[in-house]
Nanobody
Protein backbone atom coordinates (compact mmCIF):
# COMPACT_ATOMS: atom_id res chain seq x y z
CA UNK A 1 0.00 0.00 0.00
CA UNK A 2 1.34 3.39 -1.01
CA UNK A 3 1.23 6.09 1.64
CA UNK A 4 2.36 9.68 1.44
CA UNK A 5 2.14 11.43 4.79
CA UNK A 6 2.56 15.17 5.10
CA UNK A 7 3.55 16.88 8.32
CA UNK A 8 4.80 20.23 9.56
CA UNK A 9 1.74 22.36 9.00
CA UNK A 10 0.34 24.70 11.59
CA UNK A 11 -0.78 28.19 12.51
CA UNK A 12 1.80 30.91 12.03
CA UNK A 13 1.93 34.66 11.62
CA UNK A 14 2.68 36.51 8.41
CA UNK A 15 6.43 36.58 7.80
CA UNK A 16 7.09 33.33 9.63
CA UNK A 17 8.48 30.13 8.17
CA UNK A 18 7.39 26.52 8.09
CA UNK A 19 8.94 23.36 6.77
CA UNK A 20 6.63 20.70 5.44
CA UNK A 21 7.71 17.09 5.11
CA UNK A 22 6.27 14.31 3.02
CA UNK A 23 7.29 10.79 4.00
CA UNK A 24 6.56 7.86 1.72
CA UNK A 25 5.99 4.20 2.38
CA UNK A 26 5.24 1.49 -0.13
CA UNK A 27 6.79 3.70 -2.77
CA UNK A 28 10.40 4.38 -3.73
CA UNK A 29 10.35 8.14 -4.08
CA UNK A 30 13.64 8.21 -5.99
CA UNK A 31 11.78 6.89 -9.03
CA UNK A 32 9.35 9.80 -9.17
CA UNK A 33 9.27 13.53 -9.62
CA UNK A 34 7.54 14.91 -6.54
CA UNK A 35 5.27 17.88 -6.29
CA UNK A 36 3.51 20.04 -3.74
CA UNK A 37 0.04 21.42 -4.31
CA UNK A 38 -2.29 23.45 -2.15
CA UNK A 39 -5.99 23.99 -1.90
CA UNK A 40 -7.67 26.88 -0.16
CA UNK A 41 -11.34 26.66 0.89
CA UNK A 42 -13.65 26.99 -2.07
CA UNK A 43 -10.79 26.98 -4.56
CA UNK A 44 -9.18 24.48 -6.87
CA UNK A 45 -6.03 22.56 -6.03
CA UNK A 46 -3.10 24.63 -7.28
CA UNK A 47 0.44 23.71 -8.17
CA UNK A 48 3.12 24.97 -5.79
CA UNK A 49 6.42 23.26 -6.65
CA UNK A 50 7.92 20.19 -8.26
CA UNK A 51 11.32 18.51 -8.14
CA UNK A 52 12.84 15.88 -10.39
CA UNK A 53 13.88 12.51 -9.03
CA UNK A 54 17.54 13.55 -8.75
CA UNK A 55 16.91 17.19 -7.75
CA UNK A 56 18.44 18.57 -10.94
CA UNK A 57 15.36 20.59 -11.81
CA UNK A 58 12.76 22.41 -9.78
CA UNK A 59 9.80 24.54 -10.80
CA UNK A 60 7.65 26.87 -8.74
CA UNK A 61 4.39 28.71 -9.02
CA UNK A 62 4.97 32.41 -9.53
CA UNK A 63 3.16 33.15 -6.28
CA UNK A 64 5.77 31.29 -4.20
CA UNK A 65 8.91 31.78 -6.26
CA UNK A 66 11.73 33.17 -4.12
CA UNK A 67 9.95 32.28 -0.87
CA UNK A 68 9.46 28.51 -1.06
CA UNK A 69 12.08 25.82 -1.69
CA UNK A 70 11.37 22.21 -2.56
CA UNK A 71 13.97 19.56 -1.78
CA UNK A 72 14.19 15.83 -1.29
CA UNK A 73 16.22 13.20 0.50
CA UNK A 74 15.85 9.96 -1.40
CA UNK A 75 17.73 8.04 1.26
CA UNK A 76 15.01 9.05 3.72
CA UNK A 77 12.25 8.67 1.14
CA UNK A 78 11.13 12.16 2.05
CA UNK A 79 10.36 15.40 0.24
CA UNK A 80 10.35 18.83 1.87
CA UNK A 81 8.87 22.24 1.27
CA UNK A 82 10.59 25.09 3.06
CA UNK A 83 8.23 28.05 3.21
CA UNK A 84 9.59 31.44 4.18
CA UNK A 85 8.01 34.88 4.38
CA UNK A 86 4.58 33.35 4.65
CA UNK A 87 1.56 35.43 3.71
CA UNK A 88 -2.11 35.07 4.65
CA UNK A 89 -2.82 34.08 1.04
CA UNK A 90 -0.62 31.01 1.54
CA UNK A 91 -3.29 29.60 3.86
CA UNK A 92 -4.39 26.25 2.45
CA UNK A 93 -4.17 22.51 2.82
CA UNK A 94 -0.85 21.42 1.34
CA UNK A 95 -0.53 18.10 -0.44
CA UNK A 96 2.47 16.20 -1.69
CA UNK A 97 2.15 13.96 -4.70
CA UNK A 98 4.18 11.66 -6.93
CA UNK A 99 4.12 11.80 -10.73
CA UNK A 100 5.63 9.69 -13.48
CA UNK A 101 7.02 12.73 -15.24
CA UNK A 102 7.81 16.33 -14.40
CA UNK A 103 4.52 18.18 -14.39
CA UNK A 104 2.71 21.15 -12.91
CA UNK A 105 -0.83 19.87 -13.43
CA UNK A 106 -2.56 17.79 -10.82
CA UNK A 107 -3.84 15.26 -13.34
CA UNK A 108 -0.29 14.06 -13.94
CA UNK A 109 0.11 12.92 -10.34
CA UNK A 110 -0.84 9.39 -9.38
CA UNK A 111 -0.20 9.23 -5.65
CA UNK A 112 -1.38 11.81 -3.14
CA UNK A 113 -1.04 12.42 0.55
CA UNK A 114 -3.91 13.44 2.81
CA UNK A 115 -2.66 16.97 3.27
CA UNK A 116 -1.52 19.21 6.08
CA UNK A 117 -3.16 22.49 7.04
CA UNK A 118 -1.16 25.70 6.89
CA UNK A 119 -2.79 28.80 8.30
CA UNK A 120 -1.11 32.18 8.14
CA UNK A 121 -2.59 34.98 10.20
CA UNK A 122 -2.08 38.63 9.39
Amino acid sequence: QVLLVESGGGLVQAGDSLRLSCAASGLTLSRYPMGWFRQAPGKERDFVAVITWNSDNTQYANSVKGRFTISRDNDKNTVYLQMNSLKPEDTAVYYCAAARYLATTATAYHYWGQGTQVTVSS
